[in-house]
């Protein structure tokens, strides 16, 4: 693994005045990523507080342009796809980039995003700490934007998110509905579930809850969320839109369908994910001390009472 493009800002002349944000986003394949990380500085109220690592897993002839960064500190490290051992394989090697940031931003590739959506973060998480939450996360899933149509179509409503589907007993999927009365709050609302495409909170996550590489691909959201609630993090939704996310597939290769051996590694990561959910200890990917899993489970029952 190489760094294949050096900074475009010296990080000595990129000091932020509200705190720097190590923002992550692996990229498999994709075509999105240029115009990701292009709206993603320009949109940003401080562009030069923002250190941004790529891990770029990239097919044959497949190229980024590092100027996409341009007024940002930019840092992307090449792979072949060949090499790639997943998306949450991939996250964890972007978390061993983290340099002591106080504030982390946790992406996917395919992204747009509203004007501030640094200060929207920020404010909502600042809310939170003055509130006395001592360890906020502020994620969302959130809503929809086409490549092809796009600035067209977006949707501006928050989304919450709800657990959705299980299988062979275990919970996998999860889905987003709009906050209701959104625009009658002036704060981010209470959760239970992170989203893996945005997930904002303080630097020191990247140590406290480290992204499981032998987890492949389906419930890894719902395996982070709780190691990081027995880490002592509680999650919360923004009440406004910071961005959104493509949904959509079919415009890119996914991981699955270049690698034939998929299959075997999703068993086996559903497998952890049943020792993580029964209790069982996972080494370094396991549940934190400071709250049980039956603290968890109760807390969501509660919340899923109270919307039923």
Known sequence: MEVAQSPLLDAATSQSRGGRIFVQIPAYRDSELGATVRDLVKKACDPASLRI??????GPDEEFDPESGRGAELEVVEISHADSQGCNWARRELQKRWRGEPFTLILDSHHRFAQGWDQKLRRAYDALIRQGVEKPIVTAYLPAYNPLTDPYGRRKRALKIYPYARSDGLLLRLIGRPVLAARRLNGPI???????????????????????????????????????????????????????????????????????????????????????????????????????????????????????
């Open 53 to 58: 690592a790529v891990l770029w897993q990239k």
């Open 190 to 308: 209470p959760g239970e579930f992170v989203s893996l495409h945005c997930l904002f909170a303080g630097g020191d996550f990247n140590r406290d809850v480290p992204f499981d590489p032998h987890c492949y691909f389906f419930g890894d959201e719902v395996g982070v969320s709780l190691r990081a609630f027995t880490h002592g993090y509680d999650v919360y939704h923004p009440h406004e839109v910071v961005g959104w996310h493509c949904y959509e597939r079919a415009y890119r290769v996914t991981h699955w369908e270049d690698h034939s051996n998929w299959e075997a590694s999703e068993a086996a990561s559903l497998r952890r994910l049943r020792r993580l959910l029964s209790g069982r200890p996972l080494q370094d990917y396991g549940r934190g001390g400071r709250r049980g899993i039956q603290e968890f489970e109760d807390r969501l029952l509660l919340k899923l009472c109270e919307a039923a």
